[in-house]
Structures are given as structure tokens and as C-alpha cells.
């Protein structure tokens, strides 16, 4: 069993920055592969960035290519989202998820088996 706590959300200028965390309970969290998602209202969750259990393999959907970086700390059982450049259409509602460790990354919503409560991304113009 995996518990994951988001924090650092809050509200920011386009063009600025935050770093999300993720802090994961279980001494296994070495692991499981992490990944971010956000929801927006009125739409679907999507997924925005992955990291395998190693730490040495990403993805990241195109919207955030080259914006956004995802990182994890096994040692501190946390995973961050570093958001630099954003923008009006990243305000969302931002969760983490995790599911143990697989050949291939996994993208999709229904790969992960545990998810945290989210943490609100408001950007402001």
C-alpha cells in the first residue's frame, strides 16, 4: 500500500514557476513508477509527466514539453514536478499516482493503482 501527499500548488503569474512535490509512504517506494496528472475543470485528468522506479527514464505529454521536468528523490520517497513557463492552460488541479514498476512507462490513467488527493495550480495572466 502506497500513500501519496501532493503539495506546493498554488496560485502564479504565466511565465512563472512551481515545484510540486509528492511524498510517498512505504518503505518501497524505490519501486514504483510515479506519474503526474492534472484535470482542469470541465475536462478529463490527462497525464503530464512519468518517471520509472529507477529514475532514468521520463515522459512527458507534448503540451509540456521542454517546460516542465519531472525528478524523484528514492532516498526522501518523493517525486516533484519542476513547472517553469507556465502558462493559463496549465491551471488545473495536479495529482500523483504510482503503480509498481514495469517494462514500459506507463501513460494512462487506469496503469496506476494509487493516487493522491491533488494540489490546485492556478495560473494567472
Known amino acids: 500500500q502506497v500513500q501519496l501527499v501532493e503539495s506546493g500548488g498554488g496560485l502564479v503569474q504565466a511565465g512563472g514557476s512551481l515545484r510540486l512535490s509528492c511524498a510517498a509512504s512505504?518503505?518501497?517506494?524505490?519501486?514504483?513508477?510515479m506519474g503526474w496528472f492534472r484535470q482542469a475543470p470541465g475536462k478529463e485528468r490527462v497525464f503530464v509527466a512519468g518517471?520509472?522506479?529507477?529514475?532514468?527514464?521520463?515522459s512527458y505529454a507534448d503540451s509540456v514539453k521542454g517546460r516542465f521536468t519531472i525528478s524523484r528523490d528514492n532516498g526522501k520517497n518523493t517525486v516533484y514536478l519542476q513547472m517553469n513557463s507556465l502558462k493559463r492552460e496549465d491551471t488545473a488541479v495536479y495529482y500523483c499516482?504510482?503503480?509498481?514498476?514495469?517494462?514500459?512507462?506507463?501513460?494512462?490513467?487506469?496503469?496506476?493503482?494509487?493516487w493522491g488527493q491533488g494540489t490546485q495550480v492556478t495560473v494567472s495572466s
Open positions: 499516482a504510482a503503480v509498481l514498476g514495469r517494462d514500459i512507462l506507463p501513460r494512462w490513467i487506469d496503469e496506476f493503482d494509487y
Open positions: 512505504g518503505r518501497t517506494f524505490s519501486r514504483y513508477d
Open positions: 518517471i520509472n522506479w529507477t529514475g532514468g527514464s521520463t
